[in-house]
């Protein structure tokens, strides 16, 4: 029996969005179960069920009439649909997910389904080195396949979004015995040069979640916030977030030997992202705070050293 209606959202996702967005996504969340029942209809799906993940969408699993199965993923905000159906799209063919079908006006899209099954298929036994390896991919096909001027810009958003906000919590927030380590740390705010050269589609959101395997035990990268700028925010942000706490020189260093770009130049990035991080961990009372700050530490003590043998 088709199956063309779902219930309400997963109180889980609800909340993880009422957090994201705050009390205004209230209505979007009540028709999320009909925006999801019209794109079933119009691509004649059968939906499955909700699976409860994200932060800034609902995602539901649904068949096509042939029995292959995808996810339903609607989004909140509209440009964020935009953005990300217009990366993958640029993508086509790479090492993303790909889009099956995409509604403007409802602002949801039926992606395929990686590995089978909500998460993907298992993950290899050398994830980095591959992960690393579809991302100098994902690089290179933005960087030749780049033609849109509708995707944000790195340089907007460090300038009006992420030194504004540092400036702002540095001010407000008490830091205790992380002020040192902060202010170690807010140079490499001023460090940064974009290489105008290797200008490129970036992901921009590579956690650990975001990279799924299909059954061949190759990365997928999912839910991308897609910008153009220089790829060592990617490199960066891959070296800081992908495990946090975990594995940081391992990953700068395969970083760096995978995109051909000195440690040197990839730490300051990688600072301001765990300054920026941490700074936020500590605004928002997450536990995660102090395994930033570890972070942060490593890659003050580890970036003279890899200065001096460069």
Same mark, same amino acid.
């Given at each position: 029996?088709?199956?063309?209606?779902?219930?309400?959202?997963?109180?889980?996702?609800? +909340?993880?969005?009422? %957090?994201?967005?705050?009390?205004?996504?209230?209505?979007?969340?009540?028709?999320?179960?009909?925006?999801?029942?019209?794109?079933?209809?119009?691509?004649? &799906?059968?939906?499955?069920?909700?699976?409860? %993940?994200?932060?800034?969408?609902?995602?539901?699993?649904?068949?096509? @009439?042939?029995?292959?199965?995808?996810?339903?993923?609607? $989004?909140?905000? @509209?440009?964020?649909?935009?953005?990300?159906?217009?990366?993958?799209? =640029?993508?086509?063919?790479?090492?993303?997910?790909?889009?099956?079908?995409?509604?403007?006006?409802?602002?949801?899209?039926?992606?395929?389904?990686?590995?089978?099954? @909500?998460?993907?298929?298992?993950?290899?036994?050398? *994830?980095? +080195?591959?992960?690393?390896?579809?991302?100098?991919? &994902?690089?290179?096909?933005?960087?030749?396949?780049?033609?849109?001027?509708?995707?944000?810009?790195?340089?907007?958003? &460090?300038?009006? *979004?992420?030194?504004?906000?540092?400036?702002?919590?540095?001010?407000?927030? #008490?830091?205790?015995? $992380?002020?040192?380590?902060? *202010?170690?740390?807010?140079?490499?705010?001023?460090?940064? *040069?974009?290489?105008?050269?290797?200008?490129?589609?970036?992901?921009?959101?590579?956690?650990?979640?975001?990279?799924?395997?299909?059954?061949?035990?190759?990365?997928?990268?999912?839910?991308?916030?897609?910008?153009?700028?220089?790829?060592?925010? #990617?490199?960066?942000?891959?070296?800081?977030?992908?495990?946090?706490?975990?594995?940081?020189?391992?990953? =700068?260093?395969?970083?760096?030997?995978?995109?051909?770009?000195?440690?040197?130049?990839?730490?300051? $990035?990688?600072?301001? &992202?765990?300054?920026?991080?941490?700074?936020?961990?500590?605004?928002?009372?997450? @536990?995660?705070?102090?395994?930033?700050?570890?972070?942060?530490?490593?890659?003050?003590?580890?970036?003279?050293?890899?200065?001096?043998?460069?």
């Amino acid at each position: 029996m088709t199956k063309r209606t779902l219930g309400g959202v997963p109180a889980g996702c609800r +909340q993880r969005l009422l %957090a994201h967005y705050g009390p205004a996504v209230k209505p979007w969340l009540d028709a999320v179960p009909g925006l999801l029942a019209r794109a079933a209809g119009r691509w004649q &799906l059968s939906l499955g069920s909700y699976h409860d %993940a994200g932060h800034a969408s609902v995602i539901a699993t649904a068949a096509r @009439p042939d029995g292959r199965p995808l996810l339903l993923k609607a $989004w909140v905000d @509209p440009s964020r649909f935009q953005h990300e159906v217009e990366a993958l799209r =640029l993508w086509l063919r790479g090492p993303t997910v790909e889009v099956v079908e995409a509604a403007d006006d409802l602002a949801v899209a039926a992606l395929e389904l990686i590995g089978g099954q @909500p998460g993907g298929a298992n993950r290899p036994r050398r *994830e980095l +080195q591959t992960v690393a390896a579809a991302l100098h991919g &994902l690089h290179t096909l933005g960087r030749h396949r780049l033609r849109s001027e509708r995707l944000p810009l790195l340089t907007d958003y &460090l300038a009006y *979004e992420v030194r504004p906000r540092i400036e702002r919590r540095m001010r407000v927030l #008490d830091l205790g015995d $992380w002020s040192p380590l902060v *202010e170690a740390g807010l140079p490499s705010v001023a460090e940064l *040069e974009e290489g105008s050269r290797r200008t490129t589609v970036l992901h921009a959101d590579l956690y650990r979640e975001n990279v799924l395997f299909d059954w061949r035990g190759h990365p997928r990268l999912i839910d991308p916030l897609p910008m153009v700028g220089d790829p060592a925010f #990617d490199w960066a942000f891959w070296t800081v977030y992908y495990d946090l706490g975990r594995g940081t020189p391992v990953r =700068l260093a395969i970083a760096s030997r995978t995109s051909r770009t000195p440690v040197p130049v990839l730490a300051p $990035w990688c600072r301001l &992202l765990a300054v920026d991080g941490l700074l936020f961990y500590v605004e928002s009372g997450d @536990p995660r705070a102090p395994l930033m700050a570890g972070v942060l530490s490593d890659l003050l003590a580890t970036a003279p050293t890899s200065r001096s043998g460069s």
